[in-house]
């Protein structure tokens, strides 16, 4: 099984992992977070996140950052090896439940799971009015009356 380590600004990691915990609780040894501090040195978080990689307990890991060049995503690239761990800048919500969903295929399998989940869970939702409520005539002059 496949460990997923979100590396990113403080408190986006440790957010993340709490809501697929939400959705995925048996997850917990599975999903790993980093919250990058502001004022903490890069070295530093190269060695926590370090750290954190050698406590788990799964052979292989995909790691996710939020901003492709910023320190979480410089911080990851001097982390992963590109074997046994991958790297994946970008994360969204969708991105971390498809990738828990899908722990258990092989690393590269994951990594196109992660990168679909990433992109099909972006979409433009359509507003249209609620079931319950009648949508105005479009002649209506009363520009004061708004539906919310």
């Known amino acids: 099984m496949n460990g997923i380590f979100i590396i990113a600004h403080a408190p986006l990691a440790s ?3 709490q809501c697929v915990l939400h959705v995925f609780p048996d997850a917990t040894d599975a999903v790993i977070a980093l919250d990058v501090q502001p004022n903490m040195p890069p070295e530093e978080t190269l060695a926590q996140a370090r750290a954190m990689m050698r406590q788990s307990t799964s052979p292989q890991a995909l790691v996710v950052t939020d901003v492709f060049g910023a320190t979480p995503c410089n911080v990851a690239q001097k982390l992963v090896d590109g074997v046994r761990s991958k790297l994946i800048a970008g994360v969204n919500l969708p991105m971390l439940l498809r990738t828990v969903s899908y722990r258990h295929e092989s690393l590269d399998a994951l990594v196109s799971r992660a990168m679909i ?4 869970g972006v979409i433009q939702v359509a507003v249209t009015a609620p079931q319950n409520q009648a949508r105005r005539a ?3 002059q009363d520009h004061r009356d708004h539906q919310q």
């Open 138 to 140: 479009t002649h209506d």
């Open 117 to 120: 989940g990433a992109t099909q």
């Open 15 to 17: 957010a993340l992992r």
